[in-house]
């Protein structure tokens, strides 16, 4: 059973930082790319940042781009997501999700929420003023 857990959020001043994890299990770790997406209430789920771990290849959200890194660590079956310079903007409950790509399909859709197949619960990061 593919499974995703999200956790490292908290409530941080602007310009902090933290860093998220994503605990994974139950699937070929090297074989799926990881998104981070990230929902407020009453707005739809946008998304952050992805990795493929079948090629190292990152993709960033350009709201993100230059303040958050996205990285895995293959033995550890992790995804991290650095985020600094962190703004009030940030504030979202942040999920991971995964997707098979062993059997490549493009590279235009790593920030399309709709080609993730599973998802984890997400972590609440708040960002005050």
């Known amino acids: 059973e593919v499974q995703l857990q999200a956790s490292g959020g908290g409530s941080v001043q602007a310009g902090g930082s933290l860093r998220l994890s994503c605990a994974t299990s139950?699937?070929?770790?090297?074989?799926?790319?990881i998104g981070w997406f990230r929902q407020v209430p009453g707005k739809k789920r946008e998304a952050v940042s992805s990795?493929?771990?079948?090629?190292?290849?990152?993709y960033y959200a350009r709201s993100v781009k230059g303040r958050f890194t996205i990285s895995s660590d293959i033995a550890k079956r992790m995804v991290y997501l650095q985020m600094n310079r962190l703004k009030p903007e940030d504030t979202a409950v942040y999920s991971c999700?995964?997707?098979?790509?062993?059997?490549?399909?493009?590279?235009?859709?790593?920030?399309?929420?709709?080609?993730?197949?599973?998802w984890g619960q997400g972590t609440l990061v708040t960002v005050s003023s």
């Open positions: 139950g699937f070929s770790f090297g074989d799926y790319a």
């Open positions: 990795i493929d771990n079948d090629d190292a290849s990152t």
């Open positions: 999700a995964a997707v098979d790509v062993s059997n490549p399909i493009g590279s235009d859709w790593y920030l399309d929420a709709d080609e993730y197949d599973y």
